[in-house]
């Protein structure tokens, strides 16, 4: 059974630096995609970045595009997010997610990690 298991979330100011650790087992995730979500409060979840476990290939809202950064350690098991310039608005429960390559539907969770952004 797939586990994902985040880390890295913490009380922080606006403009600084984050980052969140996803640690992956169960399963060989060669074959899977990887992602980070994020839920604020009376929100619904946002998509933030993914990454392809195989070949390192990424993608990003545009939201977080050019302050957030995706990376998984292959020898490891462990999936990044390296957030920058962090806004106010950044505060939310962050969560990683994993979904087989190809698939629609991101099928294992974590159980998140909060983030929040004060002035």
């Known amino acids: 059974q797939v586990q994902l298991v985040e880390s890295g979330g913490g009380l922080v100011q606006a403009g600084d630096s984050l980052r969140l650790s996803c640690a992956a087992s169960g399963r060989t995730f060669s074959s899977y995609d990887m992602a980070w979500f994020r839920q604020a409060p009376g929100k619904e979840r946002e998509f933030l970045a993914r990454?392809?476990?195989?070949?390192?290939?990424?993608a990003y809202a545009d939201s977080v595009k050019g302050r957030f950064t995706i990376s998984r350690d292959n020898a490891n098991n462990t999936l990044y997010l390296q957030m920058n310039s962090l806004k106010l608005e950044d505060t939310a429960v962050y969560y990683c997610a994993a979904r087989i390559t190809f698939t629609l539907r991101y099928n294992y969770w974590g159980q998140g990690t909060q983030v929040t952004v004060s002035s």
């Open positions: 990454i392809s476990w195989r070949s390192g290939s990424t």
